[in-house]
């Protein structure tokens, strides 16, 4: 449940050298995480480790062996293709490797497995102890005895010895005394104290208690399958929201000079590649169509339930199931890079990432187990002195039956429990969040969200769709035609949906962009160049100072966005643009408020139409701000949070939201916009629709009732654990053999109550 990154110096020591050395010394599992550019797994004759110093071809980067006949080569996908690399980079011949299950998947499948192995070695030589201690045998003490010491020493040396490195290391190098120590005690204790018990038989003056070696080897197996059960149920909790599930181990490539196909791996397509998706199959990455009309689910992608209607020309995203049709699609992004990729990544960054409530469970957890010692020396004495003077037992007989309580006490409490109370619960939000469409990018956002006191929204493209269209345009003292080109000549190549709307207004009537140098976009405002050695801008009409220029004001008045054109001091152009509300926003809005959440509207745009949709959502106007400049965001933003205990979520989709974004305390990114606005977000909305707000607000308080629950369950637990285990119950206790069992108990519900988070539902909006 933790990950741990770090860079090394590759030209000082071998990678393989250092990650086998890393392994040993800390007991974790360690791979390399990234290595640049695009990756290729393949098997190699030969040994690996000699294939990989050999001059690499063009366009490799660099290769790392993964065992004696892989190779993980990394190239860059704009020089050579996979096929190519694959088919005609090497001179040996190289085929493809099997594909890997995802590293993190892949270690805790390993690790499942391995545990089970020991698990079930440890079952095998426990159950021989267990019937000759319980068994109706002939009494042969002494051979059977033997028998048993053999057995039990071999668990406690081979199943049971990883704890003693692993609990010695935890205690050096962090100084912290963790659940391992707990184990190696309470195993050692009962194993060595049989040992002796034994010797003494073996003398003719047995101990009133006699030899319990079914104590040590029994309480080493019920360890085991606690183990077993948790690590199971973590790793098929983790499974079951895993992303990567989504992308699909074959394409169907088409070949665009013969109009043939055939089946290749997904690994293989390359750039340039065109693959076809029959009906019913998913989407093998991310592209756009260029033949072809059907309908895509893109539900398990977005959370969007309803197909999309796509045809030529729209763009399909990787994961997506195809409807009826059939559709010839042109690779734009590779499988490792496209929107399924893109989205595990951000969910693993979150996954590990710690929220600020983990710092109080590992604070608990690390005073807990020096806490259980304590109990247990007290647990001891206590039992020592009630033997003695009450129970008036032998000094002998009292510390055998003291020893059996304080052993119980050590291995019944179980701070596992404090542990996953809030990673279990972020890792599965995390995979529930991203099928509902929204990605958080730090464990913060989802500890935090279940607090917004205030929603700040952008207008163009987040409360309105951004698809602008040009509704009114007048030309002023010059042609129409000259005008017309320079408006082209600047925005043509600008993504700013206002800019763009004007753009593709003015190709579809045939205008040719005149040819403007130095083309410059000013965040916030607009566009700027020099055209013929005069100076040309064009944007809001504040910055470029014509709102009181009676064309301008018109429009102004109308509610309409505004866009001018202006050579040196004179106006151009002025166009009209029209744009409408997102199909939700007003039920979001709406709920939003029921809810007691405030909501501002913040926006570059002209007074007209920012109040227009600020009338028509219901926003208080007093909350309405227009012409706003990037920094006007900020300022607004910090004012608000200035008020103690507000949390502001801001949502936003263009370069000009970035600094607002980064403001707040969770800045929300429309996916349509653009990378830099996604680079400051805290969450990104994948699915283009506001009511991935109300599923992060929802699911954040969802996660932390859980959190809480887990909590509460840890405590309660290992209050009645251990004090059912220290005897303070008369006619109640757990035996000794039995205690291991407190590790299922304690862990299983904190796991399954974070599972339950699968069946979450949003609140209707």
């Known amino acids: 449940m933790a990950q741990a990154e770090f860079d090394i110096d590759v030209d000082a020591v071998p990678v393989g050298e250092i990650i086998r050395k890393v392994g040993k010394t800390t007991g974790f599992a360690c791979r390399i995480a990234n290595i640049q550019g695009q990756t290729l797994d393949i098997l190699v004759p030969g040994d690996a480790r000699d294939f990989i110093n ?180 973590r790793h098929k909790a983790v499974e079951s929201i895993s992303i990567r599930s989504l992308q699909t181990d074959t394409a169907l490539l088409v070949d665009c000079e013969s109009a043939g196909r055939r089946e290749i791996d997904a690994r293989l397509l390359q750039h340039g590649d065109v693959f076809a998706i029959g009906p019913d199959s998913r989407v093998a990455t991310d592209g756009v169509i260029i033949s072809g009309r059907s309908e895509v689910n893109e539900s398990n992608v977005t959370g969007e339930a309803i197909p999309v209607e796509k045809s030529t020309g729209s763009r399909v995203i990787a994961g997506s199931v195809n409807g009826s049709g059939t559709l010839l699609v042109r690779l734009t992004r590779l499988p490792g890079e496209n929107t399924i990729s893109e989205i595990a990544a951000m969910v693993d960054a979150a996954k590990f990432s710690k929220p600020k409530i983990q710092e109080l469970a590992d604070q608990v957890a690390s005073y807990f187990v020096p806490v259980i010692l304590v109990l247990t ?94 509704s009114v345009e007048e030309y002023l003292p010059t042609s129409h035609s000259s005008a017309a080109s320079l408006a082209l000549g600047l925005t043509i190549h600008n993504k700013h949906p206002v800019s763009a709307a004007v753009a593709a207004h003015l190709q579809a009537q045939g205008v040719e962009p005149a040819l403007v140098k130095d083309v410059k976009s000013v965040t916030g405002s607009g ?28 429009l102004l008045s109308q509610g309409r966005t505004v866009f001018c054109l202006s050579l040196g001091e004179d106006l151009l152009a002025v166009y009209g643009l029209n744009d409408t509300l997102r199909h939700d926003a007003m039920s979001v809005v709406s709920e939003l408020q029921k809810r007691d959440i405030a909501i501002s509207l913040v926006s570059g745009d002209d007074d007209g139409a920012v109040q227009e949709i600020g009338r028509q959502l219901g926003i208080p106007e007093r909350q309405v701000k227009s012409r706003c400049s990037p920094g006007d965001k900020q300022k607004y933003i910090e004012a608000i949070m200035d008020h103690k205990d507000k949390i502001v979520l801001f949502c936003g989709d263009g370069t000009n939201d970035a600094v607002a974004l980064a403001q707040a305390s969770i800045g929300l990114h429309m996916n349509s916009g653009t990378d830099v606005a996604k680079s400051a977000a805290d ?35 290992n209050t009645f654990a251990i004090l059912l285990a220290a005897g303070a119950f008369v006619h109640a206790r757990i035996p000794p053999r039995y205690a291991a069992l407190g590790e299922i108990v304690s862990i299983l519900p904190v796991i399954l109550i974070a599972l339950q988070l699968r069946w979450f539902k949003v609140r209707a909006a």
């Open 377 to 470: 020396l007290i647990t001891f004495f206590i039992w020592l002195g009630v033997g003695k003077a009450i129970q008036r037992q032998s000094g002998g007989s009292a510390a055998v039956q003291a020893m059996t309580y304080a052993i119980t006490v050590l291995i019944v409490s179980c701070p596992c429990a404090i542990g996953l109370a809030v990673p279990m619960v972020i890792v599965i939000a995390g995979g529930v969040s991203a099928k509902h469409g929204v990605v958080f990018t730090s464990a913060e956002t989802i500890e935090i969200a279940r607090k917004v006191s205030h929603v700040v929204f952008d207008k163009t493209g987040t409360l309105t769709q951004g698809k602008l269209s040009v």
């Open 54 to 233: 050999r001059k690499p071809p063009y366009g490799v980067e660099g290769m790392v062996a993964l065992d004696q006949k892989t190779v993980r080569v990394a190239y860059d996908a704009k020089l050579i293709g996979a096929r190519d690399l694959l088919e005609k980079a090497f001179d040996a011949t190289t085929a493809l490797a099997p594909p890997r299950p995802y590293a993190e998947l892949e270690i805790g499948s390993n690790h499942v497995r391995k545990t089970a192995y020991m698990t079930a070695f440890s079952a095998m030589l426990t159950i021989p102890v267990l019937i000759l201690a319980w068994a109706p045998l002939s009494q042969h003490e002494i051979a059977y005895g033997s028998i048993s010491l053999a057995l039990a020493t071999i668990v406690q040396v081979v199943v049971a010895g990883p704890f003693y490195p692993t609990a010695l290391k935890a205690l050096i190098f962090t100084r912290m005394i963790e659940m391992d120590l707990l184990i190696v005690l309470s195993t050692s204790t009962a194993y060595f104290f049989s040992v002796i018990a034994f010797a003494y038989q073996v003398r003719g003056h047995p101990l009133s208690t006699g030899e319990f070696f079914e104590t040590s080897t029994l309480l080493v197996t019920l360890i085991m399958v606690g183990r077993l059960v948790s690590a199971y149920a």
């Open 683 to 717: 969450a990104v909305l994948f699915r283009p629709a506001l009511s991935g707000i109300l599923v992060l607000i929802d699911l954040s308080r969802a996660a932390f009732h859980r959190i809480v629950f887990n909590f509460s369950w840890s405590f309660v637990y």
């Open 527 to 554: 566009l700027k160049g020099t055209w013929n050695g005069s100076f040309v801008r064009a944007g809001n009409s504040r910055w470029l100072a014509f709102q009181d220029a009676p064309q301008v004001a018109s």
